[in-house]
């Protein structure tokens, strides 16, 4: 009788049984919901030597790769600094909706204009504003979840901002179109969930949009979008563009508590005593309802201002 490579045969349904056997018996310290797949795994490997362990280990690898692929994590911002977002319901916008086949049946082109762009900025706003708080979850797999459907929304967000840009360029002059291209960049760059290099660089794409609200519908700007502005400045540094809108702010929208706010936050940032207390004793001596911030920084340096 030939026995030529019986001893590595048996060897292997050995080691076969004794896996399938250590998984039988761990069956039994699992959740009560995990006892049938345990016990399904164990016959599988009894059933079928090697070729049935070699197939799960397969499957684990690839499934392990095709993880690892799906996600660019460079991609996204895991920053501690992104802010907490609670979105109220926008009230004033929902209540004037209306379905789009009625909206096209009237020939309300306006409405259904409007009507289009809202639901398309808030979808994407309301997707990753709920997603990005799952980004810091200490379950690395619901975090990989989040990752990748931040990722797709981003990218979402990247072609629709564009088109927006590219519809405000044919119609500069249409405050409309402006306004909703300014708002929808500027709530996805207040998330902080891009690199430190794409919010830079989306930073001063909104800079152009509010370039030109500036230059073609000046009277639109609010002061709270100069304050914006210069925040987003100052948050990477670049004094010299905020100090830009800062001073069109005291120009075009003075005596307005986001005007005071955008120039306290340009020369606190700027170690700039002397202006920051002035401007500070300005705002206290003015009529000009403030907020908890405001009355923060009144107590703070109620000896100093």
């Known amino acids: 009788m030939d026995t030529t490579g019986l001893w590595p045969v048996l060897v292997i349904l050995v080691f076969n049984y004794f896996i399938a056997f250590i998984i039988f018996l761990m069956a039994f310290f699992q959740k009560k919901g995990h006892h049938s797949t345990m ?5 599988f490997i009894f059933i079928v030597p090697f070729f049935g362990a070699l197939y799960i ?6 499934s392990y790769l095709n993880r690892k692929k799906t996600v660019d994590m460079s991609d996204i ?3 501690q600094d992104r802010e907490q977002l609670i ?6 916008t929902e209540m004037n909706y209306v379905p789009i086949q009625d909206a096209m049946a009237v ?7 409007r009507l289009l762009l809202d639901t398309m900025r808030n979808n994407a706003k309301k997707t990753i504003s709920s997603i990005a708080a ?7 797999e619901a975090s990989h979840y989040a990752a990748s459907i931040i990722m797709d929304a981003l990218s979402e967000f990247r ?7 590219e519809n405000m360029q044919k119609l500069p002059e249409d405050v409309e179109m402006n306004l909703l291209t300014f708002d929808y960049i500027y709530e996805i760059l207040s998330m902080k969930i891009m690199t430190e290099v794409e919010q830079e660089s989306y930073i001063y794409t909104l800079d152009n949009v509010a370039e030109n609200l500036y230059n073609h519908n000046l009277w639109y700007m609010t002061a709270t979008q100069y304050l914006w502005m210069t925040d987003l400045f100052i948050s990477i540094k670049d004094y010299s563009m905020a100090n830009k809108w800062a001073l069109r ?3 075009y929208r003075p005596n307005i508590l986001d005007t005071y706010k955008a120039n306290l936050h340009l020369y606190y940032d700027q170690h700039n005593q002397t202006a920051f207390f002035q401007c500070l004793n300005e705002l206290k001596a003015s009529d000009i309802t403030v907020d908890e911030e405001i009355m923060n920084l009144f107590r703070l340096y109620n000896g100093q201002a």
């Open 39 to 43: 016990f399904m795994l164990f016959w």
């Open 77 to 79: 911002s895991f920053s």
């Open 87 to 92: 979105l109220p319901p926008d009230q004033e």
């Open 134 to 140: 799952a980004m810091n979850s200490n379950d690395t």
């Open 159 to 165: 072609s629709t901002a564009q088109n927006m840009i």
């Open 249 to 251: 702010s005291s120009q």
């Open 57 to 62: 280990l397969l499957g684990l690898f690839f």
């Open 107 to 113: 020939s309300d082109i306006p409405s259904l204009r």
